[in-house]
């Protein structure tokens, strides 16, 4: 089974940048989206960032302009680009693999905190 490992979370103050890592141990098949979200103590968790398989993009209202979401198909990797980050961003970001056989794929999580 494939696995997400996340990296890149941590502390910044706002308006900084961080850029996130999904490594999957390798390429699972019939991946639909590539996909970020977040949850943030006492919320839901909410979809921040999507990218298909053909390379189109879609980003939650609360981070577009702010945020980039890519992929490196040949490192099986995806990241997040974050800039001017704000204090409401600070979230657990998990990475999620979804397929078109309605099995999701998920990483474990990673702090990310922006103090003003």
């Known amino acids: 089974q494939a696995q997400l490992v996340e990296s890149g979370g941590g502390l910044v103050q706002a308006g900084e940048s961080l850029r996130l890592s999904c490594a999957a141990s390798g390429s699972i098949f019939g991946t639909k989206t590539k996909n970020w979200y977040r949850q943030a103590p006492g919320k839901q968790r909410e979809l921040v960032a999507s990218i298909t398989v053909g390379g189109s993009t879609n980003y939650a209202d609360s981070v577009k302009g702010r945020f980039t979401i890519s992929r490196d198909n040949a490192k099986n990797t995806v990241y997040l680009q974050m800039d001017s980050l704000k204090p409401e961003d600070t979230a657990v970001y998990y990475c999620?693999?979804?397929?078109?056989?309605?099995?999701?794929?998920w990483g474990q999580g990673t702090q990310v905190t922006v103090s003003s």
């Open positions: 999620n693999v979804a397929t078109v056989f309605g099995r999701d794929f």
